[in-house]
Each structure stands twice: as C-alpha cells, then as structure tokens.
C-alpha cells in the first residue's frame, strides 16, 4: 500500500513537499514514480526515481523545479516542488513500478497510491 500526502493550497512561487510512505512490503528495488492528473484531463507523468536512486527522470514542464528523492530505510519517497504555478495544480499520485529502472509510462506501475491534492493559487 502506498499513502502520499503534503498536498495543500499554496499560492504561486510557493513550495510544497509530497511524501509517499509504502506500508504492507516494502518497494526499495522498485523504481517509483509521481504522476499527476488535472480535473478534464489525463494522468500525466511527473518524475521517476530508480530502485538505486541512481537514476531520476522528469517530465520537461517540471525538470529544474521538482526533485524526486527516496529514502529506503523509511520506505518513502519524497517530491519537492518549487516554483509552483497555477498548471501544477492537480491531484498528485505516487506509484511503484515492476522495474528497477526508471519509469515514465503508466502501465508500467502496477502498484498506486490515493493522491493528493496540490492547488495553487496564482
């Protein structure tokens, strides 16, 4: 099981930190991944971080503003966002993949969490 949360309401420019605890098994070989889906439209890919954390991967509306970072022995994986602007708003999912790789498609994620809501307000 995988429960995000650090969503809220923050007003543009402004940071938040989501945070993705995995209960039940552990997903320390599994890359995980952010995906986020704004109301009307499809889940989209966020940001992937390898089982190593070696490796991370971010979609270009994010790279230079979001940080994708784990930490095994909790079990959990963090997304730092700065710089949020309107567009970033969207319920944010966390998920884990089949791979150890970094992963940047939906299917390849058979394992997902709740979301959580991140609005900004510009």
């Known amino acids: 099981q995988l429960q995000a949360s650090g969503g809220g309401l923050v007003q543009a420019g402004g940071s938040l930190r989501l945070s993705c605890a995995a209960s039940?098994?552990?997903?320390?070989?599994?890359?995980m991944g952010w995906f986020r889906q704004a109301p009307g439209r499809e889940r989209e890919f966020v940001a992937t971080?390898?089982?190593?954390?070696?490796?991370?991967y971010y979609a270009d509306s994010v790279k230079g503003r979001f940080t994708i970072s784990r930490d095994n022995t909790k079990n959990t994986v963090y997304l730092r966002m700065n710089s949020l602007n309107a567009e970033d708003t969207a319920v944010y999912y966390c998920?884990?993949?089949?791979?150890?790789?970094?992963?940047?498609?939906?299917?390849?994620?058979?394992?997902w969490g709740q979301g959580t809501q991140v609005t900004v307000s510009s």
């Open positions: 998920a884990a993949a089949r791979s150890t790789l970094t992963v940047v498609t939906t299917r390849g994620y058979p394992y």
């Open positions: 971080i390898s089982g190593s954390s070696s490796y991370t």
């Open positions: 039940g098994r552990t997903f320390r070989s599994n890359a």
